[in-house]
């Protein structure tokens, strides 16, 4: 009976594609880890007589990494539908700001209705709105939900631009359900975070929106108890600059829910330390998913994992010039190793310290055809940490000056890693037009030049 009505529910929630039940290994316990483990699985080519379709969406793709993807949503929560959700627009009324509103006066009037509001570039000045999205000057948040911002662009497809004054900490902090941003630009240079994500916040949508300096792009801080799933889409985040310590593009700490990034572009993020990250994932037990996205220049890692009890799939992304591509965990997160899948990655170029993918707390994680390409320096793998079980295999190796590095206190004997099937080979070093993503108008989008499918694929050649 529960287990009918858990499938129903299921069927509900997706207008767009059908998931098959989260009951995957059918012994009747749902959800649970050991469905996960046995997906997981499957996904890798295992055995499981008892096990449904790996085809989870129902698309007539697969072995395929959106199965998976929709897999972590839907345990997550969310609808089975591109590897996560979309929310509704906005019901209710569609207000445009003129050129004598406040964003503040405007959005108080959707205080009950909620609705859409619109920011046209044409309604100020060179498109530039010396405002924050706020409640009023204590709390500095938006606490009422079911609101659609949406930019209108200007002649040449130019974003409003959102520039708080000295008085605001964020250009948009967010404290409520289905919060759904699309079009605009934010320039914050005092600001903690472009956009603030906290506590009760739940079904956030950042989509087409640029982010431009800050501490911290977007900030998602939680209680692992609150808020709810975020979604980051085809978003530019670029020139973050939090001091010597904590500045990212996106942090995200203390959220249970799932996070999940696409088609974004992290670029010049934070100054040259250890601490500064495209993306943070901090300690946490919700799904991570960040896949399709672009990292230039950050402080040190592309994106840093440390420990979650839900898993990672980090995919599909480019890395150009980082310190480490990105960590498979945290030499700091013993207690919180790191699961998930890391795979088809390109990492070229890198810069100091020159890691290619740090090895630091694995425990089932699997790190299977990225493609690593350096120029005669630094390390490809860089083990920093024992894993409990960590399989690393199928990935190109190219121009590093050692595949396999080991810290100290570290070595073969303990590293709890499996290593199979390395390919080593020399490979031309692709280019980025970097200029043509970031000056990327609003609403363009074009997988041939602006997705990084095309260029890993490329690499591989």
């Known amino acids: 009976m529960w287990k009918a009505l858990a499938v129903w529910m299921l069927a509900c929630a997706s207008a767009i594609a059908q998931c098959t039940d989260i009951d995957f290994n059918n012994d009747g316990v749902f959800p649970s880890d050991e469905d996960t483990?046995?997906?997981?699985?499957?996904?890798?080519?295992?055995?499981?007589?008892?096990?449904?379709?790996?085809?989870?969406?129902?698309?007539?793709?697969?072995?395929?990494?959106?199965?998976?993807?929709?897999?972590?949503?839907?345990?997550?929560?969310?609808?089975?539908?591109?590897?996560?959700?979309?929310?509704?627009?906005?019901?209710?009324?569609?207000?445009?700001?003129?050129?004598?509103?406040?964003?503040?006066?405007?959005?108080?009037?959707?205080?009950?209705?909620?609705?859409t509001i619109l920011l046209p570039w044409s309604s100020r000045p060179d498109g530039v709105y010396n405002e924050s999205f706020r409640w009023d000057s204590v709390t500095d948040a938006m606490p009422y939900g079911n609101v659609t911002i949406q930019g209108v662009a200007g002649p040449r497809g130019e974003r409003p631009t959102i520039r708080p004054p000295s008085t605001s900490s964020a250009g948009i902090r967010i404290n409520a359900a289905n919060i759904s941003i699309y079009g605009v630009r934010i320039e914050c240079r005092h600001c903690e975070a472009g956009i603030d994500i906290v506590g009760g916040a739940s079904r956030t949508l950042v989509e087409d929106v640029v982010i431009d300096g800050g501490g911290i792009g977007i900030r998602i801080q939680g209680n692992n108890t609150n808020g709810g799933d975020v979604r980051v889409r085809r978003s530019i985040i670029m020139r973050t600059r939090g001091g010597a310590a904590h500045s990212q593009g996106m942090y995200a700490a203390g959220w249970r829910h799932m996070v999940q990034v696409e088609g974004c572009v992290f670029y010049d993020i934070g100054e040259e330390t250890t601490f500064n990250q495209g993306i943070y994932f901090v300690h946490g037990p919700g799904v991570r998913i960040v896949r399709d996205s672009w990292f230039f220049d950050p402080g040190f890692a592309g994106i840093q994992t440390r420990g979650s009890s839900s898993p990672y799939t980090i995919t599909g992304?480019?890395?150009?010039?980082?310190?480490?591509?990105?960590?498979?965990?945290?030499?700091?997160?013993?207690?919180?190793?790191?699961?998930?899948?890391?795979?088809?990655?390109?990492?070229?170029?890198?810069?100091?310290?020159?890691?290619?993918?740090?090895?630091?707390?694995?425990?089932?994680?699997?790190?299977?055809?990225?493609?690593?390409?350096?120029?005669?320096?630094?390390?490809?793998?860089?083990?920093?940490?024992?894993?409990?079980?960590?399989?690393?295999?199928?990935?190109?190796?190219?121009?590093?000056?050692?595949?396999?590095?080991?810290?100290?206190?570290v070595n073969p004997s303990n590293d709890g890693i499996t290593w199979a099937g390395d390919d080593v080979a020399v490979k031309a070093i692709p280019a980025i037009d970097w200029p043509m993503l970031l000056g990327r108008n609003m609403g363009e989008w074009d997988e041939a030049r602006h997705g990084t499918r095309g260029l890993i694929e490329r690499a591989r050649q």
Request: glycine share 16%.
């Open 37 to 115: 483990t046995a997906f997981v699985d499957v996904l890798g080519g295992a055995d499981c007589p008892t096990c449904d379709t790996i085809d989870f969406n129902g698309d007539g793709v697969f072995p395929d990494e959106r199965d998976y993807a929709d897999w972590m949503a839907t345990l997550a929560g969310g609808p089975c539908s591109n590897g996560g959700w979309t929310p509704n627009r906005a019901p209710g009324p569609t207000v445009t700001v003129g050129p004598r509103d406040t964003l503040q006066a405007v959005y108080q009037s959707l205080r009950w209705s909620g609705g």
């Open 317 to 409: 992304n480019v890395f150009e010039q980082c310190g480490n591509g990105f960590g498979v965990g945290h030499p700091m997160g013993a207690a919180f190793a790191v699961r998930g899948v890391f795979s088809d990655n390109l990492i070229m170029k890198p810069k100091r310290p020159c890691w290619g993918i740090a090895l630091q707390n694995g425990d089932g994680a699997t790190v299977t055809g990225n493609v690593l390409l350096a120029s005669g320096a630094g390390y490809a793998f860089q083990v920093e940490n024992p894993s409990r079980l960590l399989t690393v295999q199928g990935n190109m190796v190219s121009r590093w000056d050692r595949v396999r590095n080991y810290a100290s206190g």
